[in-house]
C-alpha cells in the first residue's frame, strides 16, 4: 500500500484543528476537575489502556480531547513517552493490597470474606431524569458497617493451590530487572507470560470484552468461572538508593482470577490492570486462560488477541484509511478502466449476431 503526502492547504489544515478546538472551547483546570472527579472510572479505563497512572493527565487528555477515549490514550501514551524512568517499583502481592471490592462467584465463603464494596450490579437501573429539570441527584448516605472488613484480604488461589485444585503455571522470572517491558520492547511471539499479561493490561477494554465475549458464547473451548475479582489500591513500594525500601503512595488497580475444569484439576487466568475496570479484567483473564486452549478459535490464538486488541495501533490503523490514498485508488481505476477497454475491443460488432461477450456472461450467470 502506498500513501501520498499531503501538500499544500496549510491553512485549510489548520483552520480545521482550530475548529475542532473551538467546539470545544476553552480546557482550563476546573473542567479538568470535574472531568475527574465526575468520571472516575472513564479516567481508571484511560490511564490503564495508556499504562501510565495519573488521573490529573488522564482527565486533562480526556477534556483535551473532546471524550474521544482513544485519542486520549493516544496523547497520554505519547506524554508517557517523553518521562525518564525514576526507579522500579518493588512487587505487590495480593495480601498487600488494600481491597475494597472482593467477590467470588466460585465459593459462598472463601478465606477473608466477600466484599461486595461499590457496586451497581444489584441496582435497578433507572434514568434520574429529574436531574434535567433542576433537581439535584443526591445519593442516599452509607451507613457504616457494625464490622468492617480488614483492610488486606489472603489470596483465594494460594489456598486452592494449597489443596492441590489449582495447576501452577511454570515458574518465570520475577526479579524486577528481568521482567520484559511491553512499552520500550516489541511483542515477540511466542510471548512470554509476562509480556502477555501487560498486553491484556493496558489492552482496548471493547476489544477484549468482544473477544472474551466469543469465548463466553461457546466459540472458544472453555467456560470459566470467576475464582476472584478485586477492586483494590496498590502500595508504591520503591528502593531508596540506601536500600531501605519507601512507600511513595497508592494506586487503583483491578484484579480478575477465572478457572476453568481440566482433566489436572482447575485452570486459572489471570489479569490485572490500572484502575478499577471490572469488565476488562474478568475479559482478559478469560482471553489469558482461553490462549492456552488447543482451539481454532481467534479468541484463543495468543498473536490475533493480543495484535487486535492494542488499542492505539487498532484505532491508527482505522483512521489511517482517512488518510489520501489517491495513487492506489487511481491504480485500481485504471486497471478497471483498462478490463472494460479489452472487452470492448474484443467483443464483435452487433450486426445481427448474438454478442459473444454478453453470451459467455449469461452463462457465467
Known amino acids: 500500500m502506498s500513501y501520498v503526502a499531503t501538500r499544500g492547504g496549510e491553512h485549510a489544515i489548520e483552520q480545521a484543528e482550530r475548529l475542532f478546538r473551538d467546539d470545544l472551547g476553552t480546557v482550563c483546570k476546573d473542567r479538568v476537575a470535574a472531568v475527574r472527579n465526575g468520571l472516575p472510572y472513564l479516567v481508571d479505563r484511560i490511564m490503564g489502556e495508556a499504562s501510565l497512572y495519573e488521573p490529573d493527565l488522564a482527565a486533562l487528555a480526556l477534556a483535551q480531547a473532546g471524550g474521544d477515549l482513544y485519542e486520549a490514550v493516544l496523547l497520554l501514551r505519547a506524554y508517557r513517552t517523553t518521562q525518564p524512568r525514576l526507579a522500579i517499583a518493588e512487587p505487590v502481592a495480593q495480601p498487600d493490597l488494600y481491597t475494597v471490592r472482593r467477590i ?14 461499590p457496586t451497581l450490579d444489584y441496582s435497578h437501573r433507572l434514568l434520574q431524569v429529574d436531574v434535567l429539570d433542576g433537581e439535584d441527584y443526591i445519593p442516599e448516605p452509607v451507613n457504616p458497617a457494625q464490622e468492617p472488613a480488614p483492610a488486606t484480604q489472603p489470596s483465594l488461589a494460594a489456598w486452592q493451590k494449597a489443596q492441590g485444585l489449582i495447576q501452577d503455571y511454570p515458574v518465570e522470572a520475577t526479579v524486577p530487572d528481568d521482567i520484559p517491558d511491553l512499552t520500550r520492547e516489541p511483542l515477540l511471539f511466542p510471548a512470554s507470560r509476562a509480556h502477555k499479561l501487560q498486553s491484556l493490561a493496558r489492552a482496548d477494554t471493547g476489544g477484549a470484552l468482544a473477544l472474551g465475549y466469543s469465548t463466553m458464547r461457546g466459540y472458544g473451548s472453555i467456560h470459566p468461572t470467576v475464582n476472584e475479582l478485586r477492586l483494590a489500591e496498590a502500595p508504591v513500594r520503591l528502593r531508596h538508593p540506601r536500600g531501605t525500601i519507601f512507600n511513595a503512595g497508592r494506586v487503583r488497580v483491578s484484579q ?21 475496570n471490572e469488565v476488562k479484567v474478568i475479559a482478559a483473564a478469560m482471553l489469558d486462560l482461553a490462549s492456552g486452549q488447543p482451539s481454532p478459535h481467534a479468541a484463543s490464538t495468543e498473536e490475533f488477541v493480543l495484535y487486535h486488541t492494542e488499542p492505539v495501533e487498532s484505532s491508527g490503523f482505522c483512521i489511517h484509511f482517512k488518510l489520501p490514498h489517491y ?15 479489452d472487452r470492448a475491443t474484443a467483443a464483435p460488432s452487433n450486426d445481427g449476431k448474438e454478442n459473444v461477450t454478453s453470451k459467455q456472461e449469461e452463462v457465467a450467470l
Open 327 to 341: 495513487v492506489t485508488f487511481q491504480s485500481s481505476l485504471d486497471a478497471i478502466r483498462r478490463v472494460n477497454a
Open 104 to 117: 467470588s462467584a466460585a465459593f459462598k465463603d472463601i478465606p477473608g470474606g466477600q466484599i461486595l464494596g
Open 256 to 276: 480478575a482470577e477465572v478457572v476453568s475444569k481440566s482433566a489436572e484439576g482447575l485452570q486459572l487466568g489471570f489479569a490485572a490492570t490500572f484502575g478499577w
